[in-house]
């Protein structure tokens, strides 16, 4: 079985571009998050996805970062324009409710710098 | 809310000796999972381990156990017969069971273990 694909891995952008990240989580899962990550510290949500429907973008910074889960698969996280501050790994995770195992399974996430 | 408190910002043990990593939680939920992920150095993120909270047994994989204490809301990792591979930052982590549909899990700060030889 295939894990979580992100792409790319690694990405270098000046402040101000806009930059997307891209995500395909485990065949058959519904429901896949974005989290954000700083050096040193753990995961912090920034949105979660049943199926095609965002339940949780609390803590999106909406006036600059953008998601869709088109056909509830694939996922896309934008951010327009970047900060330096948005340097950080940006990870996407998946998890399934089959079998009543609600274990969350992660890619190798996308490491941002922002010169 | 809940949140996960990780106390222990770096661990260090000796190649071979165990260790445990200490997690506690703050909830008012009776049903919930625990888990221990391991984030090795610009490597993926991977499960550990998991615990059900109406599960009395302590779960066990190989030399990770946990030894899950629900009153006192403890969640602590055991490693035994550390080995080098081992070296990572370990993340706990909670998620709450309401119904059949994902919800929110809540990541605790990290510990970085280190591994002697």
């Known amino acids: 079985e295939a894990g979580v694909v992100q792409s790319p891995r690694y990405k270098i952008i000046e402040k101000k571009q806009p930059v997307a990240f891209w995500c395909n989580p485990i065949?058959?899962?519904?429901?896949l998050y974005w989290y954000l990550q700083n050096l040193g510290q753990g995961p912090e949500l920034l949105i979660r996805?049943?199926?095609?429907?965002?339940?949780?973008d609390s803590q999106l910074p909406k006036d600059r970062f953008s998601a869709e889960r088109l056909k509830g698969v694939d996922s896309t996280l934008k951010i327009q324009p970047a900060e330096l501050g948005d340097s950080a790994v940006y990870l996407c995770?998946?998890?399934?409710?089959?079998?009543?195992?609600?274990?969350?399974?992660f890619g190798p996430g996308t490491r941002l710098t922002v010169l | 809310a809940q949140t996960v408190t990780q106390s222990q910002p770096e661990m260090s043990v000796q190649e071979a000796e165990t260790v445990t990593l200490s997690c506690t939680y703050d909830?008012?939920?009776?049903?919930?999972?625990l888990f221990w992920y391991k984030q090795p150095p610009s490597r993926q993120m991977i499960l550990v381990i998991r615990q059900e909270a109406y599960k009395q047994q302590n779960a066990t994989e190989n030399r990770f156990s946990v030894n899950f204490q629900k009153a006192a809301k403890s969640f602590s990792l055991k490693i035994s017969d550390s080995q080098l591979g081992d070296a990572a930052m370990y993340f706990c982590?909670?998620?709450?069971?309401?119904?059949?549909?994902?919800?929110?899990?809540?990541f605790g700060p990290g510990t970085r273990l280190s591994v002697l030889p």
């Open positions: 065949s058959g899962h519904n429901t």
């Open positions: 996805y049943e199926n095609e429907e965002a339940v949780d």
């Open positions: 982590a909670y998620r709450r069971l309401r119904d059949n549909y994902g919800q929110n899990f809540v």
């Open positions: 909830t008012s939920e009776s049903d919930y999972y």
């Open positions: 995770a998946s998890s399934s409710g089959g079998q009543g195992i609600y274990t969350q399974y």
